[in-house]
């Protein structure tokens, strides 16, 4: 694993064009620069890096006496010189053989795994009641077919329960080797080919452990127990044929040993320079998109964005500033300045001005344009200089941003003392972490979002102090801070290294606060009326001071509409980590938790929510007002019913009880006859003989089943609703007339 230590803390952030102002001052002091120590470097690449170290506050690059610049570190200088306001040491790598135990193979990239995606072929017969079987046979390295007799009705609905084998060949393309982290690549002619190795990483559920042999991946599994399929083509089957693919995967990747060889930097910058001995404004213009500059014009604009810092020197009160005024303006162009301003009472303050270059001012295969940059500051009252009084401080800057439309762009400087030929723009740190953690609670401190514009990272450096744990040389890594830390705040600093031996550095600051657990309740489920339902214990507390379970408290009671006796669930509320619940009356319901960790804290939480009742089913069908007795059919009327009774609230109806009454005396009064059953059997579309002329009410009764889970123990029958069509249907549409035809008369003279 490569380490990374940082001799002394970079103090601001590196970013690419920078261009900055100053005036020197006459006393002299001295001061140094770490480059971050870096070890196990790989490839001819690392051989040789050129790092650009940011200036301490307070110093400007006019006021370094170059000739004061040393190196002083176990690497091989080549050159250490001033460059676009930052300190430039070229660097030969110490060079050192390493043989590296268990590197990881990746699919193209870190993390990446290589995934098959297993099928089975699997067919039904067309007389439905055998299965031809599809697999791989590892023993003979070879696919192979049996058939088996279905076990269940006919036609088969699925195969009897069955082993089967796939066996899809490995993967390996784009096969990318890693030493322990994304920035640490090894070469693939590094890798001892003998000790390759495949680990198996994930599976189906429902799948063995893969075997890796025969050079594939070799899975069984059992069908049709949960195992899902997707359905072959069809085309040109006949009678009860069908095809499936039963489908499983795994996942896997490679280790191996490797030997490499590695480079490691590291060493001081100290030099001389005259720090100001009177108030004086340094101006820093940085441009931050695009990125890369100059990029290639991609739709109707290009974003640009243009940091501006300014930073007062050599003047200490801060209480005396009025306001910091930034300006950004377009430099014989024709967009529209910008202005902000910033009335905090600091020595350093920055703004950030988002600009775009229209496509349209794009004429030709390339453009720049030059921003003019304006950084003021203003005493509330005058200021005394060896020039006079003062009231206020003025820098400008420039900086440039490049667009092109063909594969072959002109690059531009970013400031006059640019060399012609480019060596590769620093890269952008960039830190992730919360602002306040809990005492105990494990961090994650993430510099994944750190960026170079021309290349990528290769190395992340960085700085707890005070934290308990460290974080390698990863872009992610997870540190935690101790009881006796509530209260104070910590710095966290990254330096990133490039592919070009660039860096850039930054920071931030996290509080700790006291470890107070966080008490949770979630309710989930149906939360309807006789369904289940399950309170959850979600509360959370930091890992080294857990929460006592015996010390747990939760109650649940009514509010309004049911009782605490509506209540339902087995047992005790006692160390609560999940508990099946049913009410038995819909209302308003609360429910609370108090927890306590071993620090001490202690958390309450309320929940309130609402149960919905529990909606009855709505009977209703369709049929014709009357009919007409068939001589041709033994004098039967045929009467055809379609039922639409429905469940508004997504229950089941499980059955659809069907009755009549016949007005047998004719008063067209039905309240003095007996119903009479003609179908129990739930169906929807069916037809009613009758025999006798006159009118007839007819009737469903339509019974239904929970469409949601429920806890069975706390239920009856009588919870299940039922309703029949005299409550939810107007008695003239449930009445049909029985008639007889009238006779045909034939007049023949």
């Known amino acids: 694993m490569k380490k990374v230590i940082l001799l002394c803390l970079c103090v601001s952030l590196i970013v690419p064009f920078v261009f900055s102002k100053s005036v020197q001052a006459a006393d002299t002091k001295s001061t140094s620069i770490s480059i971050p120590i870096t070890t196990g470097l790989l ?170 042999k025969n050079g594939r991946v070799i899975l069984n599994y059992t069908i049709p127990d949960g195992v899902p399929w997707d359905a072959e083509s069809n085309d040109g089957l006949s009678g009860k044929a069908e095809g499936r693919k039963y489908k499983a995967f795994a996942s896997y990747y490679y280790t191996a040993d490797a030997k490499v060889t590695t480079y490691s930097y590291g060493g001081l910058v100290t030099f001389d320079y005259s720090p100001p001995d009177q108030a004086t404004l340094n101006g820093t213009a940085t441009l931050e998109k695009p990125s890369p500059n100059p990029i290639k014009l991609e739709g109707s604009k290009v974003d640009v964005k243009i940091n501006v810092k300014g930073e007062l020197l050599g003047y200490t009160d801060s209480s005396n500033i009025e306001e910091w005024v930034f300006y950004a303006n377009e430099k014989n162009g024709t967009g529209k300045a910008d202005m902000k301003k910033d009335y905090s009472k600091q020595l350093t303050a920055s703004k950030s001005f988002d600009l775009s270059i229209p496509a349209s001012r794009v004429i030709n295969d390339n453009f720049k344009q030059d921003y003019i940059l304006t950084v003021v500051i203003r005493f509330k009252k005058p200021v005394l200089t060896k020039s006079g009084t003062i009231t206020s401080l003025e820098q400008k800057m420039e900086v440039s941003a490049g667009v092109y439309k063909t594969d072959n762009p002109i690059t531009y400087p970013s400031v006059p003392s640019k060399p012609t030929k480019p060596e590769g723009k620093p890269p952008i740190a960039r830190i992730s972490a919360p602002k306040y953690i809990k005492a105990g609670s494990d961090m994650m401190v993430y510099g994944g979002n750190s960026s170079d514009p021309d290349g990528y990272i290769t190395d992340y450096a960085w700085g707890t102090p005070g934290a308990q744990g460290g974080i390698e040389n990863t872009a992610r890594g997870y540190v935690w801070y101790t009881r006796d830390d509530v209260g104070q705040t910590f710095p966290i600093t990254l330096t990133v290294v490039d592919n070009d031996g660039l860096i850039g550095s930054t920071s931030t600051e996290v509080t700790v606060i006291e470890p107070v657990p966080s008490a949770s309740l979630e309710i989930i489920g149906s939360l309807k009326q006789n369904r289940k339902t399950t309170l959850i214990n979600s509360s959370q507390s930091p890992t080294r001071f857990p929460i006592i379970k015996s010390k747990t408290q939760v109650t649940i009671s009514a509010v309004s509409g049911g009782t605490n006796a509506d209540i339902k669930y087995s047992g005790n509320l006692a160390e609560l980590e999940s508990k099946d619940i049913l009410f038995k009356k819909p209302g308003k319901y609360k429910a609370t938790i108090h927890v306590e960790n071993t620090a001490g804290y202690a958390s309450d939480k309320e929940i309130i929510f609402d149960i919905a009742p529990d909606e009855s089913p709505f009977a209703y069908f369709a049929m014709p007002i009357g009919s007409y007795r068939d001589p041709g059919n033994g004098n039967k009327a045929i009467i055809s019913i379609d039922d639409m009774s429905f469940s508004s609230d997504k229950d089941n109806i499980i059955q659809r009880i069907w009755e009549y009454r016949y007005d047998s005396n004719n008063n067209g009064n039905f309240t003095d006859e007996g119903w009479v059953q003609f179908s129990d059997a739930n169906q929807t579309r069916l037809n009613l003989e009758l025999y006798q002329v006159g009118k007839y009410e007819v009737r469903v009764t339509v019974l239904e089943e929970f469409g949601q889970p429920t806890i069975e123990d706390f239920v009856t029958d009588a919870d299940r609703l039922r309703t029949n069509s005299e409550a939810t249907q107007n008695v003239i549409e449930r009445i049909v007339e029985v008639n007889n035809r009238a006779p045909e008369v034939d007049w023949d003279l």
């Open 43 to 212: 490839g001819s690449d690392n051989s040789a890096k050129n790092f650009y170290l940011e200036l301490p506050n307070g110093v400007t690059s006019s006021s370094i006496k170059t000739g004061s610049l040393k190196y002083n570190g176990p690497n091989g200088k080549v050159s250490v010189s001033l460059e676009n306001g930052k300190i430039k040491v070229a660097l030969n790598g110490v060079a050192n053989q390493k043989y590296y135990r268990n590197v990881v193979g990746y699919k193209a990239s870190w993390d990446a795994m290589f995934r098959t995606q297993i099928y089975n072929s699997i067919w039904l017969y067309s007389d439905g009641r055998r299965w031809q079987i599809n697999e791989y046979d590892e023993h003979n390295d070879r696919m192979k077919t049996g058939d088996v007799t279905a076990t269940d009705v006919y036609p088969s609905r699925n195969p009897p329960r069955t082993k089967v084998t796939a066996g899809p060949y490995q993967d390996n393309l784009f096969l990318k080797w890693y030493n322990g982290s994304v920035n640490e690549v090894v070469n693939n002619q590094d890798i001892i080919q003998s000790t390759i190795k495949v680990v198996s990483f994930e599976k189906s559920s429902y799948a063995e452990d893969p075997k890796f």
